[in-house]
């Protein structure tokens, strides 16, 4: 039985439909940033962001992403790497150690990667062995392969979300989360009740959002609270 609290292959290919939301509502933020920086320059933001997501289904845009942006240290040499060479013959594949994780899984096209906090000075076991399998066949059915651009699609979103948590008084939260589901849900229906059909598709969609980021938050804790397994050390 795999110990729990790890990252599962199978969760970081959830995660693109996590990001589709956010996604969506990027497109949103890049029109009013084109918008107020005028024709030009923000048609070219514009498709420099697009653009940039395309490039990280490249096995060069998938290694800046993973080793600039996620910060994975490279793990050539160690067993990790035999065991994936051993799984997928003939595959390119990159293999990193993942900083604040633990488990093993597959990111992008090209990349597996084992969490640093499963890095230990044990043995190898049976759930790593399985967990490593798991990674190699969702690389090979290109599971995760959507999971690196998606993200930097999100991310116009997810930093202005960022950036509003941030002004937020810590004590008010807690309020702003549980209060702003039914302000949107309010605001959704007031609109399609007046016609307003884009205004309400855009409520329905920040909605999907924030119960999504509210449900990875609550996955999140609960990995926190859960025993982390040692591993055999990279």
């Known amino acids: 039985m795999r110990p729990s609290g790890w990252v599962r292959a199978g969760q970081v290919a959830a995660g693109v439909g996590r990001l589709l939301p956010a996604a969506v509502l990027s497109v949103f933020v890049v029109v009013i940033a084109a918008a107020f920086l005028g024709a030009t320059w923000g048609l070219l933001i514009a498709v420099v962001w697009l653009l940039t997501g395309f490039a990280a289904f490249t096995r060069v845009g998938e290694r800046a992403v993973v080793r600039g942006f996620l910060r994975y240290r490279p793990a050539p040499g160690s067993w990790l790497a035999a065991d994936v060479a051993a799984l997928g013959p003939g595959r390119r594949v990159q293999v990193y150690v993942a900083p604040g994780l633990s488990g093993v899984f597959s ?116 990995a926190g609270r859960a025993p982390i397994p040692t591993l055999a050390s990279v």
Do not use: K, N, Y
């Not at 992008?108 to 066949?137: F, N």
């Not at 959507?146 to 991310?155: D, E, I, N, R, T």
């Not at 948590?165 to 989360?177: E, K, Q, Y």
């Not at 309400?200 to 996955?219: E, F, H, K, N």
């Open 107 to 222: 990111v992008g096209g090209h990349t597996v990667a084992v969490g640093a906090r499963s890095v230990g000075g044990g043995t190898r076991t049976a759930p790593l062995h399985d967990a490593t399998v798991e990674a190699v066949r969702d690389l090979c059915r290109w599971r995760t392969r959507v999971q690196l651009p998606m993200l930097w699609w999100a991310s116009p979103w997810l930093l202005c979300m960022w950036v509003l948590a941030s002004l937020i008084p810590s004590r008010l939260m807690a309020f702003v989360r549980l209060a702003a589901p039914a302000f949107l849900i309010a605001g959704s229906v007031i609109s399609l009740g007046q016609g307003q059909f884009a205004a309400a598709g855009l409520g329905v969609v920040i909605l999907c959002d924030a119960i999504l980021s509210q449900v990875a938050r609550s996955r999140q804790r609960s």
